[in-house]
């Protein structure tokens, strides 16, 4: 400050002063129409290939044959649906079930092996800790789709190919999940308290029940709206090891229905969208700590 | 502590009694060392599961790859598993499905890496304002983010359809077509430019939640110093912003060549017959990923496509290294 007056009191925060030279910081200048004009567009854009599927699937062929295409959603909802259901050598139920089966189990224990790593890193001290947690660090980086040869003999030798096995063990754990909920520990979960139930004399397991999984509630929902989506739709894995089996995923049952020379495509997408619903369902209950959580991971990494 | 009460006579070992004596009562003693071996070892089981396994299901794969490849490993003649030495990379290099495959792969990743990321950034900054409904449109950024890539991939393959699909009919509508319908995929151009819209449409709005969650931390003093200085809405995005916020910006361009380069679902259910993986009549999209995966389940070749895959991480190392080092002196890092 220049002036020779002393202001006695200092302005709040400074991104308040507002003089007619002084510009504002993005996130104080507000939306003009424009942007919500861009961004209606995006949301447009995104929402798009989510309603031509709606349209695809309540159509009949002939209704897809026609130029300039139908761009409402037709009746024949059930009908297509039946159709799907009913196919014998797809097993789309099944799929259905399955990738609930495989989904659900893979978030649990995600949940479950990461929050305990991420807490043993966080807040406890052993031998190699750091040199572990480098480890951790790396494998985020090594695609593990790379190994899909190997992973797929390694199964064939255990026969586990083609049972849901094969999909959900290597899932059971992820890189970024132990990251991810270390990050959180550190955080959410003050040392004195984990000293203060030490000196109760808590063991370390205790002490996890007890003061860590209270803390880190809302790191386990995001994780698990993440791992659950991300299961639900993996695809080249479950297509290798599960595909020409009676036990596909949906996401696997889908790429079935769309082989061959004569698809019906209404019939496919009737299909496509009864296995994008329940992550619909989940963006809608979860979408704001699916925004917080994928916008918190971005900060730390 | 009142004096009245005399001390008890303490049972020896007794539940509730305090250590008499010297000699500590066993049972002190077996919880002084349950809490020694608590907190030595506990924390190695709590970290074993991540551990044993990644070494089973990550690591052990990815070596054995490599042993894989440097043998013969037909899935339709088991018997067939000698010794190959060099023979599955030799043959790779002068592969010309190996080749196209890699110029598909790259020529598609181009084409939806810079968009996807420029237009991340955009919206990012819009998003950046002070916004009524800033949740709705945050949420809505990610629907792409939720929905099964097979399922949207399949939707994008009838719009893309030549006679009956929307693209085409738009195009037309708009007078942009020329006299014959363009068939999306009968050529390298129209095919790549499919692929990579529906690469962008995923991923755009996630990687500007990665951007948006940057920008919410760089100093607002910086904008105003740049805005009485005179510097616009533009010149403060390029020349504040993804500097400010590089390290994001190199994050997402190595997270999207991962991605990009292992390219598989979306091109594989372009196809009309999906699980033929040719990518095409003549191949003309056909991924890396989707030939090690021809190579391999279709043609039963296991050995070659686990050298084709070893090709493809060496070539993604040397990518990510590059594509880190241009991002770098692009943000202004190192002059």
């Known amino acids: 400050m220049s002036g020779t007056t002393i202001t006695p009191q200092a302005p709040r925060r400074r991104n308040r002063r507002r003089g007619a030279l002084s510009g504002r910081a993005p996130a104080d200048t507000p939306g003009s129409v424009w942007n919500y004009l861009f961004l209606s567009l995006v949301i447009l854009?995104?929402?798009?290939p989510l309603y031509w599927m709606l349209v695809i699937a309540t159509s009949t062929d002939a209704a897809l044959a026609r130029i300039p295409p139908q761009v409402v959603p037709g009746d024949q909802l059930l009908t297509n649906l039946r159709e799907v259901f009913s196919m014998q050598d797809v097993y789309f139920v099944q799929s259905l079930a399955n990738s609930a089966i495989v989904s659900s189990v893979v978030t649990v224990a995600v949940l479950f092996f990461c929050s305990l790593a991420g807490f043993a890193f966080a807040k406890l001290r052993f031998k190699g800790r750091n040199a572990l947690m480098v480890i951790v660090i790396l494998t985020l980086t090594v695609?593990?789709?790379?190994?899909?040869?190997?992973?797929?003999?390694?199964?064939?030798?255990?026969?586990?190919?083609?049972?849901?096995?094969?999909?959900?063990?290597?899932?059971?754990?992820?890189?970024?999940?132990v990251f991810y909920m270390r990050q959180f520990i550190l955080e959410a979960v003050p040392d004195e308290l984990v000293e203060a139930a030490r000196i109760d004399g808590a063991t370390t397991m205790r002490i996890y029940a007890s003061v860590v999984l209270p803390a880190v509630r809302p790191a386990l929902a995001v994780l698990g709206l993440l791992t659950f989506v991300g299961t639900w739709n993996d695809f080249q894995w479950p297509l290798i090891t599960l595909n020409g089996t009676d036990y596909p995923t949906s996401m696997v049952a889908l790429s079935d229905l769309a082989s061959g020379n004569y698809v019906l495509y209404r019939r496919v997408l009737a299909g496509a969208l009864v296995a994008t619903i329940p992550l619909l369902i989940m963006l809608f209950i979860g979408g704001r700590q699916i925004v917080r959580g994928i916008m918190e991971g971005a900060i730390k990494s | 502590m009142s004096t009245t009460r005399a001390t008890p006579a303490a049972p020896p070992g007794g539940p509730a009694g305090r250590p008499a004596g010297r000699g500590e009562p066993d049972r002190h003693r077996w919880r002084n060392r349950l809490h020694r071996f608590d907190m030595r070892y506990t924390p190695y089981l709590l970290v074993a599961p991540f551990f044993l396994l990644f070494l089973v299901f990550g690591l052990f794969p990815i070596i054995f790859n490599g042993v894989v490849a440097l043998r013969h490993w037909r899935l339709d003649d088991p018997t067939l598993t000698g010794w190959a030495g060099a023979a599955n990379f030799e043959k790779l290099l002068t592969d010309d499905d190996f080749w196209n495959a890699l110029y598909n792969t790259f020529g598609i990743f181009l084409l939806s890496t810079v968009p996807q990321l420029t237009l991340a950034l955009v919206i990012a900054s819009v998003l950046n304002r002070r916004l009524r409904a800033q949740t709705w449109f945050r949420v809505g950024v990610l629907l792409p983010y939720v929905t099964p890539i097979t399922a949207s991939t399949l939707v994008f393959a009838v719009v893309f359809a030549r006679d009956t699909g929307v693209a085409n009919w738009v195009l037309s509508v708009l007078h942009l077509a020329g006299d014959e319908p363009i068939d999306w995929r009968s050529a390298k151009w129209s095919s790549w430019t499919v692929l990579a819209t529906m690469v962008n449409w995923k991923w755009i709005g996630y990687n500007a939640l990665l951007y948006l969650a940057a920008m919410q931390s760089i100093p607002r003093d910086i904008y105003e110093a740049a805005a009485v200085d005179g510097a616009g809405v533009w010149r403060q995005l390029w020349r504040i912003t993804v500097p400010m916020i590089r390290p994001v910006v190199i994050f997402t361009v190595v997270l999207s060549t991962i991605g990009g380069l292992q390219l598989f679902t979306e091109p594989m259910l372009l196809e009309q017959n999906a699980q033929a993986a040719t990518g095409g009549a003549n191949g003309e999209w056909q991924t890396i990923a989707q030939l090690i995966y021809k190579v391999g389940w279709k043609d039963l070749n296991l050995g070659y496509a686990a050298a084709m895959s070893w090709g493809l991480f060496l070539i993604i190392v040397v990518v990510s290294a590059l594509n880190a080092l241009i991002t770098n002196r692009l943000g202004g890092g190192k002059r």
């Open chain 1, 45 to 48: 854009f995104s929402a798009f």
């Open chain 1, 143 to 177: 695609p593990n789709q790379l190994g899909v040869v190997a992973l797929y003999i390694v199964m064939g030798k255990i026969g586990w190919n083609g049972t849901l096995l094969a999909v959900i063990v290597p899932g059971l754990v992820s890189a970024f999940g």
